[in-house]
């Protein structure tokens, strides 16, 4: 598939897939590679001040082959979301990975439908502008929001197809192809990847056919009955999805549309 | 003089000894400074001032990297 980039950040793969909510991380190894992704999500938390384990997702993922987007879920408040992205920041170029600059911007409303706060997503997408950051910024499907989140300096929006973890998939595909519109209206390139909601294969390649340059999931993978089966199917959706987009899909008609000749036919048709 | 002081990491109450600095509290938690980010107060510190010494009243986050979407 065609490199597209964000910034600085050449993208090589458009599958975005997150490394939460895996039953252990074995499954979640797997399941990435199968995947093909080459961005992968991760959260900012609290080291467990007792651990006896001792398992860290940074001892399980490897960092020469993918490059880290750390999110800046569970902040509510776009004061946290710029510590939690610094923090983020520091602790990637410590492990010299090539994801260091760059965030996925969440600024929540609420804990119950984890809708993003336009207002909030705005100011701290400004904020993480003048500290240096590639803001890729989660958003509703909302087309005015997301231009108002590209017009403070995200370098990638990223709308909602429907809820974090819902599966429901693209609720509002009309929204989402305005987002498109809008978004890339006289600057084409301009990134817009397709975050929340996925459920199954199809959601990742109804995204792609809209014209989005990505897609981002979690849980359509990692709460799949078989996650690394999972991971194939979104792996080849995708490549379908964008295929497909870019080789133009035929007008909805409302009447059918005959593929094979009724010139020579010699059988009866009715009304003729 | 080995006088304590008390500070909070990761929102816990700790007493640890009068001019312990980062660094050597990362040592007596096992923790790598490598893999983890650090906040003072709410500020983000880098690895260069890892040998500042903690104060009475400290609030001290150690963070890391868990799964995520």
């Given at each position: ?57 940074l001892d399980y993922l ?191 008609k409302r009447y059918a ?16 | ?68 979407g």
């Amino acid at each position: 598939m065609e490199t597209f980039h964000i910034k600085n950040f050449a993208i090589r793969n458009r599958l975005f897939v997150g490394t939460g909510k895996y039953a252990n991380y074995e499954i979640m190894q797997q399941a990435l590679d199968a995947s093909a992704c080459q961005v992968v999500t991760v959260a900012v938390r609290r080291e467990r001040l007792i651990d006896a384990a001792g398992r860290s997702l940074l001892d399980y993922l490897d960092l020469n082959r993918y490059t880290i987007l750390p999110n800046t879920a569970g902040c509510f408040t776009a004061e946290d979301a710029v510590r939690i992205s610094l923090l983020g920041r520091d602790l990637l170029e410590k492990q010299k990975n090539p994801g260091a600059g760059w965030v996925k911007l969440e600024v929540l409303g609420d804990k119950k439908t984890l809708l993003p706060d336009p207002v909030g997503t705005i100011e701290a997408t400004r904020e993480l502008v003048k500290e240096g950051f590639t803001v890729l910024a989660y958003t509703s499907d909302d087309p005015r929001a997301a231009v108002r989140i590209k017009e403070a300096g995200a370098a990638a929006v990223m709308p909602a197809g429907s809820p974090i973890g819902s599966g429901q998939g693209v609720l509002n595909p009309l929204n989402i192809s305005l987002c498109m519109e809008l978004l890339k209206e006289n600057d084409a390139n301009f990134p817009v990847i397709v975050d929340a909601g996925v459920g199954t294969a199809s959601d990742v390649s109804i995204a792609m056919e809209l014209g989005a340059d990505g897609v981002l999931l979690n849980t359509g993978i990692a709460h799949a009955k078989d996650p690394v089966k999972m991971a194939h199917a979104m792996r080849h959706a995708l490549e379908a999805g964008r295929l497909s987009y870019k080789a133009g899909r035929i007008p909805r008609k409302r009447y059918a549309t005959a593929s094979s000749p009724f010139t020579g036919v010699i059988t009866y048709i009715p009304g003729e | 003089m080995s006088a304590e002081i008390q500070i909070t990491v990761n929102g816990e109450s700790r007493n640890i000894p009068a001019n312990t600095s980062i660094t050597a509290l990362l040592s007596t938690m096992n923790l790598k400074p490598e893999k983890v980010a650090i906040e003072l107060n709410r500020r983000l510190v880098r690895t260069a001032q890892y040998e500042t010494e903690l104060k009475q009243g400290d609030k001290i986050e150690i963070v890391t990297f868990v799964g995520g979407g």
